[in-house]
């Protein structure tokens, strides 16, 4: 190849045209470096058939400057970076920029300079530099990093570097990862999970694309059966990708795998320090890394070889994307496999409504696991209707749910209350002029903090200290927390079972790996009596000696009346509830509620997965809401109102006819103001076989706004607000 087309990483740029000069060696999926003015890019070598690119001479293209030290992408990457783009309506350039997502690795060389506390103290000590040294202690990592970790400037660091207090550390950047071991720890199977991990495994050998909807209730050991695909995947040498919703849920999963094949995992995730990503990329990019876990961000990376996909508790929200690139990463996940030809493991106990349909269909294949290992039973469901047992006033436990509670109590077992709600109260207010705390940056009221004494906003970083005094009306002394969240939950159980020991689980508390590993030791050695949290509490976990659930208020999630509503609280509280009872001894759930009437409460009670996927099903066909027919939403947003209004007028002014959509709005979206910008909302509803994507990009493609204005578009959109 002499002339060259590259998709640059640069969503503003457009793919160009390069001369490869004498003697560089590229092919398609190469990485490479290119001049453009006085600048370099990067870019990635791509089929001049699939794009698009301006019409340059022979004579006047520019050379290449340099083709990175890294492996060429794949193909059937490239092709995924494409479909991705395309279904979601996003540049290409930003989806590929997801998976050349270490700067570093790209880099060659194989060292990095990192920083410690060298325990010396500097002769100057100002306040900025002795917090810098308090926050940095046991810290090791690139200047920048720490900056961000102690808070102070980059040239304070460095005059500490000067100052001997910091000192350089030579990382090694190659090391290799310790290899799994398939046959460390063999575990005994039931015959049920025999029959799941088989099946797993000779797709495994057979080495085609086969989605699996590894359909198995709460403690069945899904995790032990997905293993063998994975032991198989180690014994002829592929890779295996795990996708896990969240990263507070990996420390469990690190400490399986290790006890499963003598080695954890290569860990991904967007969090990681750059000398940790730089590794695992390269390692992954080379085939070294044997099994990879990660969040949704690990689905783009560069796998040498891979050989299966685990998507685990695959039925989540979080694996859908809300910036940047809006995409769903089980549903790319299935994509990838099908463009790599390789089995893909959907893993969950209350499955995506959109997952049961196409395995009921047969797209899927369903794989099921109806008992529980080991001869555990599945909990007692019963319902406590708030209306006729009423807790006591200002307080928000029922006396059932306490009295269940001290009976655990005295026989030493544990309790878990579930609320989906961070903070002492959701909403403060002043008793005598009736202020109320807002966001001035969102629209949404700030939750009280107590643990940190302060007034938080949930979706921006605005946060102040709680005053006094009302700030509208002065007077001292007037305000009041309005409603509950997991602390004052917790002070409740104080209060009510003073010499339980209780632990507060959040992601305000559980905020760092460490932190997690201590409480799970904790309860798994009896250091808790109870466990108050939120979402955070309803996955992964396994106590044995946990054997009450309470959920606290099951018509939260209810409210706002969001398409996956009830589906999302059916599989919470079906999630929590699975927390109870996985030993020896029986558990019990108890659901407080105000409507017990509500399909999806009646049908968690019945313990009837079925009645609820055939409500909800019914349900969603009559809405034309998916898998039926399709959404979309466009989201239009600015700092300035009037300017984001306009544009949403001028957009919805242009909306395309067409037969099989609908268009709805523009109106304001339920969170007018987030961030600071003022937004407003299209929804698109489609029929199944309409071309939604086209006609959106038919529709905003010849419209321009100035930069200030945001459009994004959001395909099959699991936020509404
Ligand atoms: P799920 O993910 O389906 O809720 P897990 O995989 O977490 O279930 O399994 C539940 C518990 O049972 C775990 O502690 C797991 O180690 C244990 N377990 C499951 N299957 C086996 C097995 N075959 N041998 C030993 N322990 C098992
Ligand atoms: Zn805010």
Known sequence: MNRVRILVLNAALGPLDYRVPEGMVVEYGSVVMAPLGPRQIIGIVWEKERLEAGDVPDSKLRPLLEALPVPPLQQPLRRLIEWTADYYCAALASVARMTLSSS????????????????????????????????????????RELADISGVSDGVLRGLVGAGVIEPVTVHLDRPYPAADPSFAIPKLSPDQNKAADCLVTAMRDGAFRPFLLDGVTGSGKTECYFEAIAEALKSKRQTLVMLPEIALTQNFLRRFEHRFGTPPVLWHSSLKQAE????????????????????????????????????????????????????????????????????????????????????????????????????SLPDISVINLCKEAPARGHWLAPRLVTEMEARLERGEQSLLFLNRRGYAPLTLCRHC????????????????????????????????????????????????????????????????????????????????????????????????????????????????????????????????????????????????????????????????????????????????????????????????????????????????????????????????????????????????????????????????????????????????????????????????
């Open 104 to 143: 570093a690795a790209l880099k060659g060389g194989s060292t990095l300079t990192e920083y410690r506390l060298t325990g010396d103290l500097p002769q100057r000590m100002t306040p900025q530099r002795a917090a810098a040294i308090d926050s940095l202690a046991g810290e090791q990592a690139t200047i």
């Open 277 to 376: 990503r730089r590794r695992a990329w390269r390692a992954i990019a080379s085939g070294e890394a044997q099994v990879v876990v990660g969040a949704r961000s690990a689905l783009f990376l560069p796998y040498a070889d891979l050989g299966l996909i685990i998507v685990d508790e695959a039925h989540e929200v979080s694996f859908k994307q809300d910036e940047g690139v809006r995409y769903n990463a089980r549903d790319v996940a299935v994509i990838r496999a099908r463009f790599e030809g390789i089995p893909v493991v959907l893993a969950s106990a209350t499955p995506a409504l959109e997952s049961m349909q196409l395995a009921d269909s047969g797209v899927y294949e369903r794989i099921e696991l109806p008992d529980r290992f080991g001869g555990a």
């Open 434 to 721: 009736g202020y109320r705390f807002q966001c001035p940056n969102c629209s949404a009221w700030l939750v009280e903090h107590r643990f940190s004494q302060r007034l938080a906003c949930h979706h921006c970083s605005h946060e102040l200290p709680v005053p006094d005094a009302c700030p509208e009306c002065a007077t001292g002394d007037c305000l009041v927390a309005c409603g509950p969240g997991v602390e004052r939950i917790a002070d409740e159980v104080a209060e009510v079972l003073p010499k339980a020991r209780i632990a507060l689980v959040t992601s305000d508390t559980l905020n760092t790996p460490d932190k997690v590993s201590a409480f799970v030791a904790a309860a798994e050695e009896g250091g808790i009596d109870v466990i108050v949290g939120t979402q955070l509490v309803t996955k992964g976990y396994h106590f044995p000696e946990l054997t009450l659930v309470g959920v606290v208020d099951a018509d939260l999630g209810l409210e706002g009346g969001d398409l996956r509503a009830g589906e999302r609280t059916y599989q919470q509280i079906a999630q929590v509830a699975g927390r109870a009872g996985r030993g020896e001894k029986h558990g019990e759930v108890l659901i407080q509620t105000r409507h017990p009437e509500a399909a999806v409460i009646t049908a968690l009670a019945a313990g009837d997965r079925d009645a609820f996927y055939e409500a909800e099903t019914r349900a969603r066909r009559d809405a034309g809401a998916p898998p039926f027919g399709r959404w979309a939403a466009i989201i239009v947003s600015s700092e300035n109102e009037n300017e984001a209004r306009d544009a949403a007028r001028a957009i919805g002014g242009s909306r395309p006819a067409h037969p099989d959509i609908a268009i709805l709005g523009p109106a304001p979206a339920p969170l007018a103001l987030l961030r600071g910008r003022y937004r407003y909302r299209l929804l698109i509803n489609a029929r199944r076989s309409a071309q939604v994507q086209r006609v959106i990009r038919d529709w905003l493609g010849p419209l321009h706004f100035p930069r200030s204005i945001r459009v994004s578009v959001d395909i099959d959109p699991y936020s509404f607000v």
